[in-house]
């Protein structure tokens, strides 16, 4: 299980409950990650996993331009040197770089929404993946046919937000711009919406931060009563994502999601006891925010 961690006492409280890998990174190189760390918190965050026998994954996962291909090999090298164990990548030409210049750094293909077929994953695999995240949204008849395909494992999201847009271009900063009110974009990451205009219930999470503005699904995902079906497909590796759930309630949504993972390896899982974990879940989830399986449960063919 890899769960996102905000700070070095977050990623302290994740492995006590049993988090298997931490999801980190820093304000240049990584997309919506909750909390941008520093090298110096980075560095820790990594010795602590690897103190208690777990790993860390550094989400290495921006769209490189000219400016930031320019700032990479020093920051791989850091990463090299304090032994991250895996780093996430969405770009090629970070692939090259790992593949030509010797790297010791595995990598999980992270394309966000891009990744949505078996094939693709194949392919990446052939240049060197070792995972591949899978688009966050897509129906359990693919699911399950894209599972006995994977040459390599392929990453679910049990829980959190989905990304479905990302523009480089400051969308926030030029509309507070345009009504000449700055005041309202204080702590925008975690009360900012849109809505579609012929669609008042609609409040799609957005915020902006220096790789541009990012704007999430209607609803964050909730997949823990899937869990078991899930595993059953063939399905090992999971994310907990706690960009717009902060601090203790996050950890103890993961620990719900632990309890369920271990009650199934058990082989004595049950319904009623996943019903229970998903209502403590659903207890700690922000209130602003609401919940569903996403595309799970929808026909593929009704996909537009």
Known sequence: MTATAESIEQAKKLLLVGVDRLYIGDETFALRVPSALSKDEIAEITALAHAAGKTVTVAVNALMHVEKMALIRPYLDFLQSIKVDRISVGDAGVVYILQTEGYALPYSYDASTMVASARQVNFWAQQGAVEAVLARELPKI???????????PGELLLYGATVIHHSKRPLLQNYFNF??????????????????????????????DSHGTHIFANDDLDMLPAFSELTEMGYTHFKLDGIFTRGDAFVEIAKSFIEAKNE??????SADKLAELDTHVRALHPENRTLSRG???????TIK
């Open 142 to 152: 693919e699911l399950s046919e894209m599972a006995k395909e994977l040459e390599i």
């Open 295 to 301: 595309f799970y449960d929808i026909d593929p063919e």
């Open 179 to 208: 009504i000449q009110n700055d005041s309202a974009q204080k702590d925008q990451a975690h009360y900012h919406f849109i809505a579609e205009p012929s669609d008042n219930d609609s409040h799609y999470s957005i915020f902006e």
């Open 264 to 269: 199934i390896a058990s082989g004595a899982v």
